[in-house]
């Protein structure tokens, strides 16, 4: 009886892993795909959150398969180009479109 128990629940969890990995979003990523563009969103709003240069103002950050877009408003140029080096540096960053306008 206890091995039959064993073998429907490894059954059962084969089953749900797999369909966890063919799960798909309507954009055709899969759900670590998704995870891996927030980790990045995350990670730079902790950096511009973080910055002497960035805090204080309203950046957005929005990711898509690595692709880093970069809105709202800063004060100079100077800190416009450094929101890009900080994107750019983190991991599984690909490109990073820069959107801020200067105030």
């Not at 064993?6 to 059962?12: A, E, K, P, S, V």
Request: aromatic share 6%; hydrophobic share 40%; with cysteine.
């Amino acid at each position: 009886m206890h091995n039959w128990k064993t073998t429907l629940c490894m059954l059962l969890s084969v089953i749900l892993l797999l369909g966890l990995c063919s799960c798909r979003t309507a954009a055709g990523r899969t759900p670590g795909q998704v995870l891996d563009d927030m980790n990045i969103t995350t990670t730079i709003k902790s950096k511009i959150f973080n910055d002497p240069y960035l805090s204080g103002f309203a950046v957005s950050v929005d990711t898509f398969q690595g692709e880093v877009t970069l809105t709202g408003a800063v004060e100079s140029e100077f800190a416009k180009n450094r929101a890009t080096e900080l994107a750019e540096t983190i991991y599984g960053v690909h490109r990073v479109n820069n959107l801020l306008v200067v105030r």
